[in-house]
């Protein structure tokens, strides 16, 4: 009966590594995808960088503030005081951002690439 236990809670904590969830413990991934109609940008980091990503986003929005705190959790549609739109789903750890091309200036799409091709950077340290 151990052994069937143990065998089970081994299979669960793969299970549940390979669902995403290494992004509490030291793993990145970003993933991008541009279209004609959308750009889409994803990134799962430690929670721990969670402070220092909220900054450098904010740092291409410049008087408009997004973030509240480290670990709110948000899923809503942004508007920028320049007219930018975007939505935004973000928790600590995790922040996904759809851009739609549609809804938006070629100056907020070039901002908007800028931002997100250094967030890499960003997470380095």
């Known amino acids: 009966m151990k052994k069937i236990v143990f065998g089970l809670a081994l299979v669960a904590s793969l299970a549940l590594s390979a669902c ?66 975007f939505y935004l789903s973000y928790e600590p750890g995790l922040i996904s951002i759809n851009f739609d091309r549609d809804k938006n200036s070629n100056t907020s799409y070039t901002q908007m690439k800028k931002m997100i091709s250094g967030f890499g950077n960003v997470l380095k340290d």
């Open 20 to 85: 995403g969830f290494n992004h509490r413990n030291g793993s990145i991934s970003m993933s991008t995808k541009d279209d004609a109609d959308n750009l889409n940008f994803t990134a799962k980091y430690p929670e721990n960088k969670t402070d220092a990503t909220q900054s450098y986003i904010e740092t291409f929005f410049k008087e408009d503030r997004i973030f509240s705190s480290v670990t709110d959790s948000k899923k809503v549609e942004i508007k920028l005081k320049d007219g930018t739109q």
